[in-house]
Structure formats: C-alpha cells, structure tokens
C-alpha cells in the first residue's frame, strides 16, 4: 500500500505543476503575439496554425488546472483551510518557508505572463475589429458600386430589365 504524501511532497508538486503552467502561458503568449503578426500580413493560413496550436495549449492547461485543483484541496486540508475558499494566495499565507517563498514567485510569473497575454489579445482583437471594418466597407462600396455601374447595361452591351443584388456571404476561403 502507498504511504500518503507528505506536506513537502505535495507542496514540491503543487509547485513544479504551477512552473509549468508558466511554461505553458508563455508558449501561449508566443502564439499570440505570433497571431498578431499573422493578423498584419494577413496569412491566414499562418493565423490559423497559431490558433490550432494556441487551443492545444490552452487545453492542456485546462487539464493541468484540474489536477492542481485537487493538489490544492489535499494541501488546503492538511493545513486547515476551508477547501471551498481555498486558493493560491491563502495557501501562501499559510505555508512554511521555503514554500511560501516559492509559491509567492510562481504566483507573481503566472500574473505577470496572464497581465502580458491579456494585452496582446486586446491588440489582437482591436485588429480583428479594424479588419472587419475594412473588409465591411469594401463589400459595402463593392455593393453600391453594381448598382451604380449596372444601370442601363447588361453583360452584351444592351439595357438590363431589373437589376437586384443579393446579399451574399463571403467565407475565408473567398
């Protein structure tokens, strides 16, 4: 039968598992940052790679969330703290050093990679947005344009009976 996990196991992997979450968030910062700059050439081919490759890692940071949650319980509990309130800046009051130390550095890497990647996905939406309203305008310019052009002439040079333009869709694949 296994023994149960010491304090300083538990603590050695809670931390070890919030080091790599931190891993996984600058990878993720990366892919943003690299999306943005898909987003200015306009690749996107390139934009969707670094979107397929940025929902992989935020899967797997999705799992890596659940594991450290039940990490979490098992600590909070062993020191007494209410499981339901448990977080990362209570178990830090409560634990001893060396621990609280590093998971003090561990919860400051992870802030600063989360405030760093919140930036990025503004500026990236704000270029989505800015795209969108070109891309809005050119089909709205493009529409009144037919109207304009087409009236009187058909494709052999003749007058056209009725002209209507349909409002149409345009996907990525154009």
């Known amino acids: 039968m296994n023994e149960p996990s010491t ?5 050695d992997a809670l931390c070890a598992s919030l080091e790599d979450e931190v891993e996984r968030q600058q990878t993720a910062l990366a892919l943003c940052r690299a999306q943005a700059k ?21 899967a797997e940071s999705e799992e890596a ?26 178990l830090i009051r409560c634990a001893p050093e060396p621990w609280r130390r590093r998971l003090a550095q561990c919860q400051r890497e992870v802030q600063t990679v989360l405030r760093e990647i919140r930036g990025v996905v503004r500026a990236n939406a704000g270029l989505l947005r800015a795209s969108m309203r070109v891309v809005e305008e050119s089909m709205g310019a493009l529409e009144r344009s037919v109207h304009v052009n087409a009236a009187g002439y058909g494709s052999q040079g ?3 009976r009725d002209v209507r333009v349909q409002p149409a869709l345009i996907d990525r694949k154009g």
């Open 158 to 160: 003749g007058s056209v």
């Open 7 to 11: 304090m300083d196991t538990l603590l």
């Open 65 to 90: 969330s659940a594991s450290r949650q039940v990490l979490l319980a098992d600590i909070a509990g062993r020191c007494g703290l209410e499981e339901d309130w448990v977080n990362l800046s209570a």
């Open 38 to 58: 898909a987003l200015c050439a306009q690749d996107t081919e390139y934009l969707e790679a670094k979107t397929h490759a940025l929902e992989l890692v935020m």
